[in-house]
């Protein structure tokens, strides 16, 4: 058997580029004369913003620290223990960049033998132990307290939760095991699968202490002080602290029935964490923590040597590090000041663009519309919205007041717009209606601003090819709900100069959105994919395959919506807007489905009805279905729907639309909210063999979003 050190020192000689993490041991005398008391800090040298971390190397340190901490529990030098983090940072679990390297499942499951043997030491110190939160813990930081006898909290922690079910892992340094033992599987359910696969939902402090994660909870500017007084306090005897006792019975099966009913509707069997997850809490009913353990190193093993945590690995780094710098963007110190903003338009999408520039760049902000009516009532959306977010307490009034005064609207284009230094369109997806619309803008505005435009599918050349300075135009593409949907798709028009591109990065960043370049490309990246996507599944079902079947398909990927609830969405008259764009620029691959023609004539919202709570095809839609005799399996169904994709996203690398692969998966997981554990999609498609089948190679080199060679 090998030693936890030895675990850990051949960990670390795979993992030579670890951020380590330092654990310094400081004592001192705790107050009321409580005793002598070691305190455990967590730090990599770093501020905040290089959150604190465990790889092997770090375990190790963690490991050194309590050697000598027990040793001074076992000599009496000392009444207690703690462990805390550095300022605004508690720690935010394992080194994910280590786990990419893993080659060999022993290697893994070292990792998860590792982490549980330094973890569990602080449970059986001869001490009491206490976890002070005082900032952001995630995965194997909150994992770390767990372990200890006692919990506090920073009443100012903004970010606490157990993520490893949304990246394809398991908690697996105790999470699985231990929170359901102390809180109950109703809550523990919520905090590891519910909230997990909610988006990576975080806990605030209030929240910790609620749910029974944390004992106490302090305000932030005095937190440690506060703990440690509380802690001299249950160390005299002065405070007990209980806690509720947990339900072993029904309460525990309908907990873990109710997570595997969430993990169905969200990735519907596709991935393998969250149903692992569920059979590790459901194995600790009996409160047999080591059975748990070891239930979370196998889970942790096998996971990490699967396809769905590479590909989640890979997504995360997308959207953490590619985001933030977008490949192919102008030198920012290009970029021009946006002082004021114009939006042409004061209808439901225009009014949210209007809201978004107001709260993230402060600054004016003009409506203009062709009466006076649509734009009081844009102005009145705006207005609404900043008195929603008045009444949730997240503004205070005197800010309330101050973006009102900030948004206005005109009639007049020229009184509107002539000191705007960045006006965007999202007017009526027509091009005559785009190019009268940006003809007039240009008479008035200056001749520095930015003329952007919300297109979702049109050409942004041909729709500044008549203006005096075609080069100051952009295409500035957010996705609905534009406040929810972190994705800006810009698009470079062949005229389009590099200061207005750098122009429109910048206004990106401050609205905190993420930015991708496209070229002008007919629907540009996520449009051009979905319509695709969509329009073989419309064409099986007007070949003559059941909608049901149709839909069932593609339920394997865990999309997080069936494609005809998607069509609902987005609306089947802009579907059908899209597709028949698509099909002029590509007629041979772009289909316009006689369907989805009829069901937009007959002004239906979409293919289904709701009236048992659950989509059922709408009989009308049905009586306009016009089907031929041809009727694929499911198999054969998903098979031509990845197929399609998976030729379409070829086509579009050919041809230059976005940098790379890692591009067009940035824009699906932002754009269309398409899960990490595909990846965004070439991942699963390099996995499946669908790539090698249809362009006789894979999208992305062996290891990247993959286990090494």
């Not at 960045?422 to 240009?442: D, G, N, P, T």
């Not at 449009?527 to 969509?534: A, G, H, K, S």
Request: net charge negative.
């Amino acid at each position: 058997m090998s030693t936890t050190a030895e675990l850990l020192k051949g960990a670390a000689e795979l993992f030579p580029d670890e951020v380590v993490t330092t654990a310094h041991v400081r004592h001192f005398d705790l107050p009321s004369a409580a005793g002598r008391f070691a305190l455990i800090t967590l730090d990599n040298g770093f501020d905040h913003t290089k959150p604190t971390t465990f790889g092997p190397q770090s375990l190790a340190n963690l490991n050194t620290a309590i050697d000598q901490v027990e040793k001074e529990a076992a000599e009496g030098t000392i009444v207690g223990a703690g462990i805390t983090g550095k300022p605004f940072i508690f720690a935010v679990g394992a080194d994910l960049k280590g786990v990419e390297l893993l080659k060999r499942h022993e290697d893994a499951l070292a990792i998860g033998k590792g982490g549980h043997d330094v973890f569990k030491r602080l449970s059986s110190l001869g001490v009491p132990t206490f976890a002070y939160y005082n900032g952001a813990a995630m995965g194997g930081g909150v994992e770390v307290g767990l372990h200890c006898t006692y919990r506090t909290v920073s009443a100012a922690l903004p970010a606490f939760s157990l993520p490893e079910v949304f990246l394809g892992l398991v908690p697996g340094w105790g999470g699985c095991a231990i929170l359901p033992n102390l809180i109950g599987a109703d809550r523990a359910v919520s905090v590891i699968i519910e909230n997990s696969l909610n988006q990576n939902k975080q806990l605030k402090g209030a929240q910790v202490h609620e749910l029974g994660i944390a004992d106490a909870i302090f305000e932030g500017a005095d937190f440690l002080e506060q703990s440690l007084l509380w802690t001299a306090a249950v160390l005299k005897g002065e405070i007990v602290v209980e806690r509720a006792d947990v339900d072993r019975g029904e309460a525990w099966d309908a907990a873990v029935a109710r997570g595997r009913f969430i993990a169905d509707s969200k990735v519907h069997g596709a991935a393998p964490a969250a149903y692992r997850a569920l059979d590790i809490i459901e194995a600790a009913k009996d409160g047999d923590l080591q059975k748990g353990f070891d239930a979370e190193d196998a889970a942790l093993a096998d996971l990490i040597m699967g396809g769905e945590l590479r590909a989640g690995i890979y997504a995360f780094n997308l959207v953490q590090k590619r985001a933030k710098r977008p490949a192919g963007a102008p030198d920012k110190s290009l970029a021009r000041p946006v002082s004021k903003v114009g939006v042409v338009g004061a209808g439901l999408m225009a009014s949210q663009l209007a809201l978004l520039f107001l709260r993230r760049l402060e600054v004016p902000v003009v409506l203009t519309d062709i009466d006076q009516e649509r734009v009081d009532k844009g102005v009145g959306y705006v207005h609404g919205e900043i008195d929603k977010l008045l009444g949730k307490g997240r503004i205070n009034q005197d800010k309330a007041n101050r973006l009102k005064g900030l948004v206005s609207g005109v009639l007049d284009k020229a009184e509107g717009f002539a000191d705007a230094d960045f006006i965007i369109e999202a007017v009526f997806e027509e091009m005559s209606v785009k190019q009268k619309v940006f003809a007039e803008v240009e008479a008035v505005a200056p001749a520095h601003a930015i003329l952007a435009t919300n297109t979702s599918s049109l050409s942004v050349s041909e729709m500044a090819s008549k203006l005096q300075h075609p080069e100051r135009v952009v295409g500035f593409h957010f996705f609905n709900p534009v406040a929810v949907l972190p994705l800006l798709e810009i698009v470079r028009g062949e005229q389009t100069d590099d200061a207005s591109l750098a122009t429109a990065f910048g206004v990106a960043k401050k609205l905190k959105k993420t930015a991708v370049l496209t070229k002008d490309a007919p629907a540009f990246v996520v449009n051009r994919i979905l319509t695709r996507f969509m329009g073989e599944i419309q064409n099986v079902i007007d070949e003559g395959t059941p909608v049901e079947t149709a839909e069932k398909a593609i339920e394997p990927l865990g999309l997080p919506m069936s494609p005809l609830v998607l069509l609902e969405l987005v609306g089947p008259a802009i579907g059908l807007h899209v597709s028949e764009t698509l099909n002029r620029a590509f007629p041979d691959r772009f289909t316009v489905s006689p369907n989805l023609a009829a069901v937009v004539k007959a002004g239906k919202r979409g293919f289904y009805v709701y009236d048992s709570g659950k989509p059922e095809l709408d009989p009308e839609v049905a009586a306009l279905l016009k089907q031929g005799d041809v009727v694929l399996t499911e198999q054969q169904v998903r098979d031509r729907v990845l197929d399609a994709v998976a030729q379409e996203i070829g086509l579009m690398l050919d041809e230059g639309v976005v940098a790379e692969a890692q591009d067009i998966d940035l824009c699906l997981i932002t754009g269309a909210g398409w899960p990490f554990h595909l990846g965004g999609i070439t991942p699963y498609l390099d996995r499946e063999g669908v790539s090698e089948r249809v362009n006789g190679k894979r999208f992305l080199a062996q290891g990247v979003a993959s286990v090494p060679a």
